[in-house]
Each structure stands twice: as structure tokens, then as C-alpha cells.
């Protein structure tokens, strides 16, 4: 996620190694402090994720972090409250061929 020449094929690299493992579980830490990202990183594998966890995984266990001295901090100060932050557990979908 760092803004870095070979960012874009980090990415893309990852990606391809997800998809060829396919693996049975893939578990997702949504906050971008864990991820490293910045306001100008390439979010490319974000835009992915999205459309392939959609197609070959289903969500079985969702976790969000509460932080609520923060939100209540940023509430109080009137500004917006902090993104949330959450974890996933996904597991990849029986396909209909293994069903057979």
C-alpha cells in the first residue's frame, strides 16, 4: 500500500496468488492503519476483494472493533466519528460441481 513504483504489481502479484491458492478460508482485517495505507495508495486489491469474495466466499463470522473512547472524543470535539473498523472470516463456497 506504500506510494511506491511497484505498488500496482504488489498488488496484482497478491491477487494472482490468492486466486490460484483459492483458499478455504481468508480472513480480512478491515482498518487501514493494519493495511498501511495512504490517502494515495492504490486500493486496486480493495476494488477486487470485493467482487471476488462476493463470488467464491461467504462471510461466517463478521467482528467489529469498537472503539468508543474515540468515537465519543470525536463526537464531543463535533467532528465525525473514526471509519469503522472491522475483521472477517470468509469461507470459500462449496461449488456446484462438488455438490454432484
Given at each position: 500500500?506504500?506510494?511506491?513504483?511497484?505498488?500496482?504489481?504488489?498488488?496484482?502479484?497478491?491477487?494472482?496468488?490468492?486466486?490460484?491458492?483459492?483458499?478455504e478460508?481468508?480472513?480480512?482485517?478491515?482498518?487501514?492503519?493494519?493495511?498501511?495505507?495512504?490517502?494515495?495508495?492504490?486500493?486496486?486489491?480493495?476494488?477486487?476483494?470485493?467482487?471476488?469474495?462476493?463470488?467464491?466466499?461467504?462471510?461466517?463470522l463478521?467482528?467489529?472493533?469498537?472503539?468508543?473512547?474515540?468515537?465519543?472524543?470525536?463526537?464531543?470535539?463535533?467532528?465525525?466519528?473514526?471509519?469503522?473498523?472491522?475483521?472477517?472470516?470468509?469461507?470459500?463456497?462449496?461449488?456446484?460441481?462438488?455438490?454432484?
Amino acid at each position: 500500500m506504500e506510494e511506491q513504483p511497484y505498488a500496482a504489481r504488489m498488488q496484482a502479484e497478491m491477487i494472482s496468488e490468492i486466486e490460484r491458492a483459492s483458499p478455504e478460508y481468508i480472513v480480512f482485517l478491515s482498518d487501514d492503519f493494519s493495511w498501511g495505507a495512504y490517502n494515495k495508495s492504490q486500493r486496486h486489491i480493495f476494488d477486487w476483494a470485493g467482487q471476488y469474495w462476493t463470488k467464491n466466499y461467504d462471510v461466517v463470522l463478521p467482528i467489529e472493533i469498537q472503539e468508543p473512547v474515540r468515537a465519543e472524543e470525536a463526537k464531543a470535539l463535533g467532528q465525525n466519528p473514526p471509519p469503522r473498523k472491522f475483521i472477517l472470516v470468509l469461507k470459500r463456497k462449496v461449488s456446484e460441481k462438488a455438490n454432484r
